[in-house]
């Protein structure tokens, strides 16, 4: 597919997670996609379809019970091959994460301004005192009036919709080049989501963040992702320009999508995703596809680029 971003920042390739046990669970296969330097490419797809894994893949997250194939390169280096060490030191610093729950991510027994704090005495080996004084200057930045009392708060003083705000600030503090921001609005109410928009809108037009981001709400992905990828059981099907995935889908499984939207009348798409232990024969997607033909049955569609677009369906030649 074209670029439409001048530099590539992140790279996946053909990357493939399983995971053992009792029987080996194939999660992701073949996943590829490129993000550009401060493009925000969405993932989406109904839940288990392994939206989480990759996230969790590229920052190298994943259980020990994982085997991951495949390439993952950030500006040309190969996470997939770093010590841990290495990697530890990418993550946060040239990767900021957001993974939802925020309760659970904050650490309750720390202040918020000490967890702000936190990357740049870790990283930049700052001091406690210029750490705190720099975390209330992005917090007032951020829109936060009383700043000193917000950074003596701890994360159970505050509201799920807060603690997602200061997730972001301290994601953010190190002003990473890629933030992964996996269902960061889950949980939240409405108020909540227009803030968390507001924030990642202003990451995303100030600092010229790149994000990887994974939600549910198609109308959120719509506001911000500049392309977006859909995913179904562990493939890629569908991967556009967000502004004409939203005009015209062309995957059976992305319309159906679209539809269920209740602004398009609630569609369900009928049946279920497919377990990942054990996945229909060809398309994976053909026991729900009212379109489907013999062949789908058979064989397994390839990833195919169609006008500076992917689609993995038979009916795109
Ligand atoms: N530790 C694990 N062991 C075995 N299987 C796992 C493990 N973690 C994930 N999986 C499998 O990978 C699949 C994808 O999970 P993932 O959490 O990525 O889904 P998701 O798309 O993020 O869903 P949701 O929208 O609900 O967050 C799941 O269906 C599950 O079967
Ligand atoms: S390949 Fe066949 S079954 Fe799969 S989405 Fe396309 S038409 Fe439907
Ligand atoms: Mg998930």
């Known amino acids: 597919m074209k670029a439409h971003f001048t ?16 029987k080996t669970i194939t999660a992701l296969s073949g996943i590829s996609f490129s993000i550009g330097e401060s493009e925000t490419l969405a993932l989406v797809g109904e839940t288990g379809c392994g939206k989480s894994v990759v996230a969790h893949a590229i920052v190298r997250l994943l259980p020990p019970e994982s085997r991951v194939k495949g390439i993952v390169e950030l500006v040309g280096k190969s996470l997939l091959e770093l010590s841990e060490k290495e990697i530890a030191k990418i993550r946060g610093k040239e990767i900021g994460i957001v993974f939802q729950n925020p309760s659970l991510a904050l650490n309750p027994v720390y202040s918020i301004g000490h967890q702000l704090a936190e990357p740049l005495r870790v990283h930049r080996k700052e001091k406690k005192k210029e750490a705190i004084s720099k975390a209330a200057t992005v917090l007032k930045n951020m829109g936060f009036v009383n700043v000193a009392e917000w950074i003596s708060y701890y994360p159970s003083w505050c509201s799920g919709g807060m603690n997602q705000r200061f997730l972001i600030a301290a994601s953010t503090m190190l002003d990473p080049i890629l933030l992964i921001a996996d269902e960061p609005g889950k949980g939240l109410d409405r108020k909540c989501i227009t803030e968390l928009e507001i924030e990642l809108k202003k990451l995303k037009g100030e600092k010229k963040t790149a994000m990887l981001l994974i939600s549910h709400d198609l109308g959120f992905v719509q ?49 279920f995703s497919p377990p990942l232990s054990d996945p229909p024969s060809g398309c994976k997607f053909h026991p729900r596809c009212s379109l489907r033909k013999k062949s789908c049955t058979e064989r397994h569609p390839e990833l195919k680029e169609i006008d500076e677009r992917s689609v993995r369906c038979f009916l795109y030649p």
């Open 7 to 22: 530099k590539t920042l992140l790279e996946v390739r053909d990357l493939e997670v399983s995971f053992k046990g009792i």
């Open 223 to 271: 506001r911000l992702a500049d392309r977006v990828a859909v995913m179904y059981a562990g493939e890629v099907v569908e991967l556009a320009e967000s502004s004409i995935f939203f005009e015209r889908p062309l995957h059976p499984y992305s319309k159906g999508l679209l539809n269920s939207l209740p602004e398009n009348g609630f569609v369900p798409i009928p049946g």
